[in-house]
């Protein structure tokens, strides 16, 4: 099993920056991606970014690219976001999948409000 757990959503300004963290406890070592989710009003939830285990390779939604950040070490993943608009706000939820249990786990998600 592995739990998740997100911090550091709030508002912000259009142009403004904020970092989320997600914090993960339980079989760690068996996770092989790890990745930020974001579902808004109406919407699907989306990928936003992913990264692999090891930390060799990052995926990036086209929408965030050369915005937004991701980054591992070991149990925590962080999701570095600058220069945000509107269109980013949303609930983000962390997620990792463990391949050998095909099995995909969420935290409890963290809302993104980007307003003046």
């Known amino acids: 099993q592995v739990q998740l757990v997100e911090s550091g959503g709030g508002l912000v300004q259009p142009g403004g920056s904020l970092r989320l963290s997600c914090a993960a406890s339980g079989s760690i070592d068996s996770i092989n991606i790890m990745g930020w989710y974001r579902q808004a009003p109406g919407k699907q939830r989306e990928l936003v970014a992913q990264i692999i285990s090891s930390g060799s390779s990052t995926n990036y939604a086209d929408s965030v690219k050369g915005r937004f950040t991701i980054s591992r070490d070991n149990a925590k993943m962080s999701l570095q976001m600058n220069s945000l608009k509107p269109e980013d706000t949303a609930v983000y939820y962390c997620?990792?999948?463990?391949?050998?249990?095909?099995?995909?786990?969420w935290g409890q998600g963290t809302q993104v409000t980007v307003s003046s």
């Open positions: 997620n990792a999948f463990v391949g050998r249990w095909s099995r995909d786990y």
